[in-house]
């Protein structure tokens, strides 16, 4: 079922495109600033299971850094004062155990149950290895299941302005209060909404390979591409 079928804004085709040009400098760029490539690397480095298990102490470190290039690692945060590069190890757990469902996964997944009990379960364990202290965990495992696998956009602030107001359209205003099933579902009916058009735009841009500092060959997934509308959506209000 579609956000449409809701009452959802249908307004916001087109204008996908148009934010995602800007957040990636135009089209078919990598990237307005050198900070996005962060993103970039932390996914490809982790879309190599092999290469994670085999070099750990990387692993750590690729995340944290993505974590901290995207503000998870401010002044008064858990992550800043209580932990170093080795705190990722537990995580790195979480996400080796869990790469060979979550690979592959997209939002047209969304709607089925098996995939929102899953992604639930994901964001849960992931958050007691991140935040074993307890303490608001949305931003910061969305983020990360975003930066490993590229499988769910990251709920921060900006993209929690852009769709807390889809969500209001569609009359389910609570849905972004806390992570939860009802969470995927309205993620995966954004996307059926406009897959034609997130899905063209996936296609459209490359991911950027490390060693190279070139385009990898692989495409960015339809998952980011809604993660950049939604904070785009917002940012460049």
């Not at 992550?79 to 996964?105: C, W």
């Not at 290895?129 to 921060?156: C, Q, Y």
Request: glycine share 12%; charged share 20%.
């Amino acid at each position: 079922m579609s956000l449409d079928d809701h009452g959802g804004r249908d307004s916001d085709a087109g204008r996908i495109s148009s934010v995602v040009e800007s957040f990636m400098g135009g089209p078919g760029g990598v990237g307005s600033h050198a900070r996005v490539l962060s993103w970039d690397f932390c996914f490809e480095h982790f879309a190599d299971l092999e290469r994670v298990r085999g070099d750990r102490q990387a692993s750590c470190m690729q995340l944290g850094y993505y974590l901290a290039s995207w503000g998870m690692l401010r002044g008064s945060s858990y992550l800043f004062k209580n932990t170093n590069a080795r705190h990722y190890l537990q995580a790195l757990d979480v996400i080796e155990r869990y790469t060979p469902e979550m690979s592959g996964l997209t939002p047209a997944q969304f709607g089925e149950q098996r995939t929102q009990e899953l992604l639930v379960s994901v964001y849960q364990e992931l958050g007691a290895a991140l935040l074993p202290e307890g303490g608001r965990r949305i931003t910061l495992v969305t983020k990360t299941m975003m930066g490993v696998w590229g499988v769910f956009p990251s709920l921060d602030s900006y993209f929690m302005q852009t769709f807390s107001a889809i969500a209001k359209a569609a009359g389910r205003r609570t849905v972004f209060s806390q992570f939860g099933e009802n969470t995927v579902e309205l993620i995966g009916e954004f996307y059926e909404t406009h897959q034609r058009e997130i899905d063209g735009l996936a296609t459209a841009y490359p991911t950027v390979d490390f060693a190279s500092g070139l385009p990898s060959g692989r495409s960015i997934p339809a998952a980011k591409v809604i993660d950049i509308y939604g904070f785009g959506a917002a940012y460049y209000r």
